[in-house]
């Protein structure tokens, strides 16, 4: 790797992870409603389900950021990333007037997914605490 792939993968790992981020802490504010969504959805404790978000977004997100231990931190918000599109984004089980709009977030997830495949997959680069 040269200097331009150390800086494009921290870059795209502060890509990936502002968005964990900015919806975590979003979520603090928000935590009454994060529960009521959760327990629309029918999950058991939603209240230890809303603090598990928040801990996942935040901390695996700040993990990502900062390249510690990121195949694992990419890993845990692959699979976070795919049991919430699944259960929240489920656009083919949606009134026709969400439909659009949920498809767009079920394919950005997807997205989101893919591009937390390519952190398992290769590391997080030089620029980390994990060195690869």
Do not use: C, Y
Request: charged content about 10%; cysteine-free; overall charge positive.
């Amino acid at each position: 790797m040269n200097a331009t792939s150390d800086a494009l993968s921290l870059i795209g790992r502060i890509f990936l992870a502002v968005i964990f981020l900015v919806s975590g802490f979003g979520k603090i504010g928000g935590f009454a409603g994060l529960i009521g969504q959760i327990a629309s959805k029918g999950f058991p404790l939603p209240e230890a389900f809303a603090a598990a978000t928040i801990a996942i977004e935040l901390g695996a997100g700040l993990m990502l950021v900062f390249g510690w231990k990121a195949r694992w931190a990419a890993f845990l918000l692959a699979v976070f990333t795919a049991i919430v599109t699944l259960f929240f984004h489920n656009f083919w089980a949606m009134p026709e007037a969400q439909r659009p709009m949920q498809q767009i977030q079920f394919m950005k997830n997807l997205a989101v997914i893919g591009g937390l495949m390519f952190v398992m997959a290769f590391g997080p680069g030089r620029l980390s605490i994990d060195k690869r």
